[in-house]
């Protein structure tokens, strides 16, 4: 059998089991609802599963400038829950004057037009706006419905437009904007991470997510790579080039057991010891930790910034940075190995300009750094390469 014969077949496997669990939904409506909370942890019971497209960065995180801008209706629960980082929680007897009170976005439950019509008209549903904190390119959606066991909606659908500015909702909803449907409504389990990957290559600003007919969801994560505008790059002059508001993105490390190292090129300072990047005692002597981060094209590094805020007795205790210009070019030094003082910012200006496009940071022998900043900016190379990907994406 060749690649593509198999690639086919694998295809066709999945379609079949898309239409036979829509088959089984039509058959028995509650088919994926998740059995009453019997007790104990809330969490014991849920369904989670592993979706690789959750390394990339949440450009709907909060701490990027994300927000939900608005919603037809919350009734029972908030839509800012939707975007709060930690998982949700489900306290059994926490109730309020509305009724059962849900971390998560919860509507009302629709009704029909008349006594003789009571279930809502097929095409009517709720829907949340989202301004994603970092715009980019979307590559996969994690629609998670804890506790919602046998209130979550039926299906979910997902669209996405690239309006720039600051825009309102009512500026959003306007006729003269396109939303493209990313996810088409598809049936989702209740108390589970439903996750959805997403093909294309369209840079979003926002996006709108739509439950049919109505019920709860309690977080939205929209992973995927940032894409900055290189007009306001440009603007800026020297700007961090690593952040992942302005393109940084993490490709790799030796050790993830804490925290992702994504919170190392996350804007603002760390607020609390696991707001950056810590990894387990390393016992193998000779051995270092590590991480590599990608540029957003090709940089002129004149200053770097490593912080260990809030890491006291576990800070990493040297770091040395390395980098290199292209795929294939070699590896050089940055900054030599150097000793850290614990919960410090420290500064190292640079004698000549480092030209990358990836750094690697290592720490001696192991411990946390909560953030880096690579202070410069794009070559010409590197802003005509971003700006061929931005006008490539659509924007």
Known sequence: MTFDENENENENENENENENENENQQENPHANDAAPYGGGDPYADYRATDLPFTELVDLADRRLGAGVIAANDEFFAERENLLVRERAVFDPDHFGHKGKIMDGWETRRRRGADAAHPFPAPEEHDWALIRLGAPGIIRGIVVDTAHFRGNYPQRVSIQ????????????????????????????????????????????????????????????????????????????????????????????????????????IILPGTSRKMDDGWENRRRRVRDTNDWVRFHLPAQGAVRAVEIDTAYLKGNAAGWIALQGRNGETGEWFEII??????????????????????????????????????????????GAAELTRRYEESGA
């Open 160 to 263: 996405a437009t690239a309006v720039e500015g600051s825009p309102s909702p009512a500026e959003l909803l306007a006729d003269d904007v396109k939303w493209e449907e990313i996810v088409p409504p598809t049936p989702v389990r209740g108390h589970a991470a439903n996750g959805f990957e997403i093909t294309g290559g369209r840079r979003c600003t926002h996006v709108r997510l739509c439950q049919h007919p109505d019920g709860g969801i309690a977080r939205l994560r929209v992973h995927g790579e940032v894409l900055p505008d290189p007009s306001w790059l440009a603007a800026l002059g020297t700007f961090d080039l690593i952040s992942v508001l302005n393109g940084g993105s993490y490709e790799d490390a030796s050790d993830r057991f804490y925290s992702s190292p994504t919170q």
């Open 336 to 381: 030599p190995r150097t000793r850290l003082q614990p919960d410090t910012l420290h500064r190292f200006p640079l004698r000549a300009r480092a030209i990358v496009t990836h750094v690697r940071l290592d720490a001696f022998p192991d411990g946390g750094v909560a953030r880096m900043r690579l202070h410069g900016s794009l070559t010409e190379t």
